[in-house]
């Protein structure tokens, strides 16, 4: 059974930091591309940043670049965010997704953590 499990989220202050977690299972972790997405009220889900299957190569949102740090431990089958210097613009539910681009193709989603950047 695939489970791809966030946590880290919570309440935080403008400049604050927090540290999102993935969890997987249930799949061959090290052949999957890991992102993360977010979706905040009223908005479409849009990519935050992604992470190829060997951790190499990285892609960030323009609005993240500089903050926002992807990664993965592929003996741990966990992805992380780490989230710096955070704004109220970064509240958002956040999504962790892990996809396979060649045959058998395949996309999982986490349901999700909110993050809420507040004073």
């Known amino acids: 059974q695939v489970q791809l499990v966030e946590s880290g989220g919570g309440l935080v202050q403008p400049g604050g930091s927090l540290r999102l977690s993935c969890a997987a299972s249930g799949f061959t972790f090290s052949g999957y591309r890991m992102s993360w997405y977010r979706q905040a009220p009223g908005k479409e889900r849009e990519l935050v940043a992604s992470?190829?299957?060997?951790?190499?190569?990285?892609n960030y949102a323009d609005s993240v670049k500089g903050r926002f740090t992807i990664s993965r431990d592929n003996a741990k089958n966990m992805a992380y965010l780490q989230m710096n210097s955070l704004k109220p613009e970064d509240t958002a539910v956040y999504y962790c997704?892990?996809?396979?681009?060649?045959?058998?193709?395949?996309?999982?989603w986490g349901k999700g953590t909110l993050v809420t950047v507040s004073s």
């Open positions: 997704n892990a996809a396979r681009n060649i045959l058998p193709r395949a996309n999982y």
């Open positions: 992470i190829a299957s060997a951790g190499v190569s990285t």
